[in-house]
């Protein structure tokens, strides 16, 4: 008879399912042992709490880990129109993001610093149902006031909002005229007011004897130059500044409407004269003005003198000083006849002209 050929058993168990025997096995064994020695109750008892808590473990539903409550995130607060004032109180208007509102334990938290010095706490007040919120009567102090906001919730403190200044303002703002100067002669249909004062004040320049009123307002480095109607004689002008935080000051002049010609003033050392006394030295002096009334240098003056009965007599050209005045010296001759002699000086200037004045000095017996 042929031999069998030994047949290979290719089903094995897989990993799992063969450890999990050698330990049945092993338990039996355990059991078996535990039985002889009387320990069948321990062993049963033991198994059973085994087994319930296995089965507990792989059927109770999973419970979520706890997510920790995110931060807020940061407010805003509105920036005023003009953050200058004189007032001592202010309402801050605001916003919270939408997921803030309305939660009952969050609060919005005010800080303000003071000029250059760290943030402090102003406030706290509870979030409403809305985004907007209002901090009413929140006090300043002199200087710049920088207000920021937070969130505060049970997640903690957001981020501040951005930095919203006011600054509180009382002092009147100072005026400083440049010209024209207080008494001064204008020889213009207008006085241009010059100065400085408070920057971005609002100006107010008023003639009092028109009762006209015209405004403008201060560069912002304080300059200002406005002008205002003036009429023949005396002007009382008024200046009002008032600045950005409402404070106000003011200040008066008075100008006076000149001519507006160029202008020569002649004079004479003497106006009468005795014929027996004669040669007599005499003096002739002219001042020379512009159309503002200011003196001008360097003008050509002609001095002439009419003698009755004597030929005219005339200078030679001569230039005005940096006080506009210009001076000759003469003699009238003896063999002059009564009368009156005439005086006249003739003026030019590059810039306004020509003019012209005339005096009269009596010989006399």
Known sequence: MAAHRRVENTRRLALPFRLLFVAAVVGLGAGVLFVASGGIG????????????????????PVPSEVPPELAEA?????????????PTVDLVGTIPEDAAGVAANRIRLYVAIGDGEPGIVTEIPVGRTTRFIIP?????????????????????????????YVLDTAIPRIVLSKPANGSVVNAKSATIE??????????????????????????????????PIVAGQNDIGIQAIDPAGNANHDVIAVSKGSG?????????AYSIDIDKLPERIELNVTVTDPD??????????????????PAVTSKALKTGGDGTATWR??????ATVGQISATVIVRTTKYGDTTDRTVINLQD
């Open 137 to 165: 009567g929140v006090s300043l102090s002199e200087g710049t006031n920088s207000f920021s906001a937070t969130i505060v919730s049970s997640a903690g403190e957001s981020d501040p909002s951005p930095v919203v200044a």
């Open 75 to 87: 407010p805003s607060i509105e920036k005023p129109d003009e953050p200058y004032t004189n007032q």
């Open 261 to 269: 010609k160029l202008a020569a003033q002649l004079a004479a050392s």
């Open 293 to 310: 009334g200011r003196p001008i240098e360097g003008a050509t003056v002609t001095f002439a003198l009419a003698v009755p009965g004597v």
């Open 42 to 61: 321990r062993v049963a008892d033991a198994l059973g709490s085994t087994v319930t808590g296995f089965v507990d473990d792989i059927t109770a539903t």
């Open 330 to 335: 003469t003699t009238i001759p003896k063999g």
């Open 195 to 228: 100065g400085e004062t408070q920057a971005r004040s609002e100006i107010s320049i008023w003639n009092a004897t028109t009762n006209e009123t015209v405004t403008g307002a201060a560069d912002e480095n304080g300059k200002f130059s406005i002008s205002i």
